[in-house]
């Protein structure tokens, strides 16, 4: 585990500096408000407090060796705690925002083209990225969306198993393909170009789609290749994996057990396009 670290600032004018000596908790659950709390010396009123994805961040309550706030975590995941004064930094620390995994509202999901991991996902009451084996959390009759970090892929209602060709929802989608033009977007984002072992989406990645970018999911089959070509070659991406290529990839999964990013048994599929799910 990461240590907190802080910083004490020297005295000047005769005027004490203001120290961090922790912070409690250090995990809170998502969308449950928590209240925090700072010890340290002499804190005044200048001493401010940063965590980010955490809603309505308000400072209850503050004397000069102690101050408490509180928040709502928003998504699944680890955050930096910053405890400042003027534009000093005094402190950090790692805060987890976990799940509830005893609250029987709360499932977990798979994404699979095999297992892909770092892949955003948003739901009305949950949100995060996915872990190593493509885990995400999601609630009941909920729909999810993912995302390559701010570029949309689509949504489809929270299930036990999302395999990519699930994203296929309607007449337009299937007759598009939808969910192959996503499955060769991942695995020609994969960290190490071999998409059988898993699905990483790295830093590389996560810059290109830092912001949304102009590609043409919904367009022509033309129109997409060339349109993802250029994107990833931009970022530095120079092997793009074929829609082909990617479809094969894909459909060894979807009626498949995935455990670590690889089928245990996989069963008759029907190259449709389309998962075969009911």
């Known amino acids: 585990e990461e240590c907190a670290v802080h910083s004490p600032v020297p005295a000047i004018n005769n005027v004490v500096a203001p120290t961090i000596t922790g912070v409690s908790p250090v995990q809170a659950t998502v969308g449950v408000t928590t209240t925090f709390t700072l010890t340290g010396e002499n804190l005044t009123d200048t001493v401010q407090v940063s965590l980010p994805d955490c809603d ?8 000069s060796t102690q101050i408490t706030f ?7 995941s680890p955050q930096k705690l910053v405890v400042s004064n003027s534009s000093t930094e005094l402190f950090i620390a790692n805060v987890d925002f976990i799940v509830d995994k005893n609250n029987p ?25 996915t872990d190593k084996n493509g885990k995400f959390y999601y609630e009941e009759d909920q729909n999810v969306e993912f995302y390559v970090n701010k570029q949309p892929l689509g949504s489809v209602e929270g299930r036990p198993y999302v395999y990519v060709h699930d994203l296929n929802q309607g007449v337009f989608l299937r007759s ?20 059988a072992n898993g699905i990483k989406l790295g830093d590389k990645a996560q810059a290109i789609f830092a912001t949304p970018k102009p590609l043409e999911l ?61």
Do not use: W
């Open 56 to 63: 309505a961040l308000t400072v209850t309550a503050r004397n």
């Open 70 to 76: 509180s928040c709502k975590p928003l998504s699944i």
């Open 105 to 129: 509202k709360i499932l977990e999901g798979v994404f699979v083209d095999s297992a892909v991991e770092n892949l955003y996902y948003k739901g009305p009451s949950l949100s995060g990225k």
């Open 176 to 195: 598009i393909d939808f969910g192959n033009r996503v499955a060769a977007l991942l695995q020609s984002l994969d960290e190490d170009a071999n998409p």
């Open 218 to 278: 919904y367009g022509t089959e033309s129109d997409f290749n060339s349109s993802l070509t250029a994107i990833l070659m931009d970022g530095g991406i120079n092997k793009v994996v074929s829609l082909a290529d990617a479809k094969q990839h894909a459909l060894q999964y979807t009626s498949a057990d995935i455990v670590g990013g690889c089928p245990l048994a996989a069963v008759t599929v029907t190259h449709t396009g389309q998962a075969d799910v009911d």
